[in-house]
């Protein structure tokens, strides 16, 4: 039995609690021999994929940074050790070749370089964050298109089998037909004709499904060549039965907002602007002084180890404060400030330029659900009048009222009919899907 083991990608997450990073991993179980859901497909791909693994390694690692950057409010504290090596040292215990010292750091004063140095390190781990939610959305998106594309092919293919059984019992009618005098034998080679169509289109539809059914894998992080059962779609098998859909009521000025709020790529952009203004702050804070404070322990090792009941003989301390002021750098500090100045009016036209870019995707996908709506309703309203109209044609032909040629277009309609209200179901729902992707809704 083929079994795949996964963390639970709903509740796997990178805490953030005073600095720590905190995994919470659920185990959970999904056998891929029996069928399954979207949701299901979506936990494993967020689990497998490797562009989530890729986020949640780059998040861990801007997460480090941030530490490493809180680290410098604390002094920094050194061993060290020394052995001196020359043809005037004598390699015996008589001469003082060994010293041993501790020696510590600590910046008293920076002028706020350092929290400006953790506001960066925090900025990028924001600017990370958002990031990789907008990974998530578009990667839950791409699995419920093609999950929705496997399910259309699978009743495309269903449909198109039925279609060809009745363009083949058609011929065989023919055939009888044509024996016993009724029709001509032009009429075999109609019903020939319609038949090598149906054919044909159950062929395309076929390979649709193969597609469907290797791009599905591939982006849950499988082979594109592992077998993948999807449960029964029961949204369409409810709308088959009521014919009823869910109609968007929001407005497309609603959405427009709601993605103003939720969109990652807003939130992502606005913590890059503030890195750049902590960046500013820095390149500033530069050219004022830094005190720093020294100490320094050493210990003579050779007179210590032969003479080790007077140690505070061979021991020494000092205590310094240092303090550093630029002076001349030939301009480099100030057109560091210049050049992030320039980069942060650079981000603020960025920022306008996706506030509209992003109006616009959501203005097209709210059109696209409109429309999706709307043609799922003629479609079904097609279905029922095509369907109307070939019983009536079927029962005309079978009093030889109608001609085979008037049964087989009505066939064909029916059959067309039939097919563009599997196609218009499952794009309505990629289209809703598309939609709440746009309004940075999608979960």
């Not at 950057?69 to 004598?90: C, D, M, V």
């Not at 060994?98 to 924001?126: C, F, I, M, P, V």
């Not at 090598?196 to 159950?202: R, V």
């Amino acid at each position: 039995m083929v079994r795949r083991r996964i963390w639970s990608a709903l509740t796997f997450m990178l805490v953030i609690s005073g600095g720590q990073a905190i995994a919470e991993n659920p185990e959970v179980e999904i056998n891929l021999l029996h069928p399954l859901a979207l949701e299901q497909c979506i936990q494993l791909a967020l689990e497998e994929s490797s562009d989530m693994r890729k986020a949640r390694l780059d998040f861990a690692v801007q997460n480090l940074r941030v530490k490493n950057s809180r680290a410098q409010y604390l002094p920094e504290i050194l061993l060290n050790g020394r052995y001196r090596f020359s043809k005037q040292a004598n390699f015996g215990f008589k001469h003082r070749n060994y010293d041993l010292g501790l020696a510590g750091r600590y910046t008293l004063w920076d002028h706020g370089q350092r929290e400006a140095n953790y506001s960066q390190a925090k900025e990028r781990r924001n600017a990370t964050e958002s990031r990789n939610e907008r990974i998530k959305q578009s990667l839950i998106f791409q699995m419920t298109q093609a999950y929705y594309d496997v399910l259309k092919s699978q009743e495309l293919v269903k449909v198109s089998t039925k279609i060809l059984a009745r363009s083949k019992e058609n011929t065989a009618a023919t055939e009888v037909h044509v024996q016993v005098g009724n029709l001509i034998p032009a009429d075999i080679a109609t019903s020939q004709v319609r038949e090598a169509n149906d054919e044909l289109n159950l062929l395309s539809n076929d390979n649709d499904l193969k597609i469907a059914k290797a791009t599905l894998p591939r982006l849950m992080g499988l082979k594109p060549g592992t077998s993948i059962a999807l449960a029964e779609d029961t949204d369409y098998d409810r709308y088959r039965e009521r014919g009823e859909i869910e109609i968007t009521e929001m407005s497309v000025k609603d959405a427009i907002q709601r993605a103003s709020t939720n969109r990652p790529e807003f939130k992502e952009i606005r913590s890059f602007l503030s890195q750049l203004e902590s960046d500013l702050t820095h390149a500033q804070l530069n050219r004022w002084p830094q005190l720093d404070a020294n100490f320094n322990y050493a210990v003579n090792l050779d007179d210590y180890l032969h003479d080790r009941e007077n140690f505070g003989d061979f021991r020494s301390w000092d205590f310094t404060t240092q303090l550093k002021f630029p002076i001349f750098d030939g301009g480099a500090t100030r057109r560091q400030g210049q050049e992030v100045a320039l980069l942060i009016e650079q981000t603020r036209e960025d920022a306008k330029d996706l506030e509209r870019s992003i109006a616009l995707e959501v203005r097209q996908a709210y059109l696209n659900v409109k429309r999706a709506e709307r043609a799922v309703q003629i479609s079904g309203t097609q279905v029922r009048n095509a369907e109307s109209s070939l019983e009536v044609i079927r029962g005309r032909f079978e009093q030889e009222l109608a001609f085979l040629l008037e049964l087989l277009d009505a066939q064909t309609e029916f059959a067309q009919a039939f097919t563009n209200q599997v196609r218009s179901f499952y794009d309505y729902k990629i289209a809703r899907s598309a939609l709440e992707h746009a309004m940075g809704t999608l979960k």
